[in-house]
T-cell receptor, first 113, second 113 residues
Framework: GENVEQHPSTLSVQEGDSAVIKCTYS??????FPWYKQELGKRPQLIID?????GEKKDQRIAVTLNKTAKHFSLHITETQPEDSAVYFCAASETNTGNQFYFGTGTSLTVIP | DVKVTQSSRYLVKRTGEKVFLECVQDMDHENMFWYRQDPGLGLRLIYFSYDVKMKEKGDIPEGYSVSREKKERFSLILESASTNQTSMYLC????????????FGQGTRLTVV
């Protein structure tokens, strides 16, 4: 099955700096890569996703890049704000045969005011 | 707005008890999932279901079973609760095709004493 690795496990940045979280996956059949944000005590919520036919996607201060050849994808948050503090999970899924999601182990991001 | 609702936010059960965790979604999603969330281990898939009465084992099915008698409801059963099943349990649902985004419930914090 799919194996998703995520780094770093914790990340602290100063407010206004950028944050980058990286994930690798093992199954070349995976074609959908979402990122979830989980604030303390709340449910994970989708913040951005990318499909395998796209190399980069941006939504305001967040962006995701995908390198299919190297099997890795990254989340970039620019101009970080204290409300960006949360746990972020990457995931990989193969949508043609079942949509099972494989999650990384999470990154706890702290933005220091 | 998609709603995935878990029956309990907090549960305390005794070792050896049979425990039922219920999840209901209102978006007619084909896929439903049960995850276990533990610090440093991310979201680990216990079971998922892609249709009524259909189920597939995830990465950590031992000690658990599931039931899906109706499309909107997916139940996780701990046949004989043990202390190592103390954890946060998250239910999720998604469409089988189209937009594959997974929507999560609010989680059930289960403590087995």
């Amino acid at each position: 099955g799919e194996n998703v690795e995520q780094h770093p496990s914790t990340l602290s940045v100063q407010e206004g700096d950028s944050a980058v979280i990286k994930c690798t996956y093992s199954d070349s059949a995976s074609n959908y890569f979402p990122w979830y944000k989980q604030e303390l005590g709340k449910r994970p919520q989708l913040i951005i996703d990318i499909r395998s036919n796209v190399g980069e996607k941006k939504d305001q201060r967040i962006a995701v890049t995908l390198n299919k050849t190297a099997k890795h994808f990254s989340l970039h948050i620019t101009e970080t704000q204290p409300e960006d503090s949360a746990v972020y999970f990457c995931a990989a899924s193969e949508t043609n045969t079942g949509n099972q999601f494989y999650f990384g182990t999470g990154t706890s991001l702290t933005v220091i005011p | 707005d998609v709603k995935v609702t878990q029956s309990s936010r907090y549960l305390v059960k005794r070792t050896g008890e049979k425990v039922f965790l219920e999840c209901v979604q209102d978006m007619d999603h084909e896929n439903m999932f049960w995850y276990r969330q533990d610090p440093g281990l991310g979201l680990r898939l216990i079971y998922f279901s892609y249709d009524v009465k259909m189920k597939e084992k995830g990465d950590i099915p031992e000690g658990y079973s599931v039931s899906r008698e109706k499309k909107e409801r997916f139940s996780l059963i701990l046949e004989s609760a043990s202390t190592n099943q103390t954890s946060m349990y998250l239910c999720a649902s998604s469409f089988a095709g189209g937009i594959p985004e997974a929507f999560f419930g609010q989680g059930t914090r289960l403590t087995v004493v």
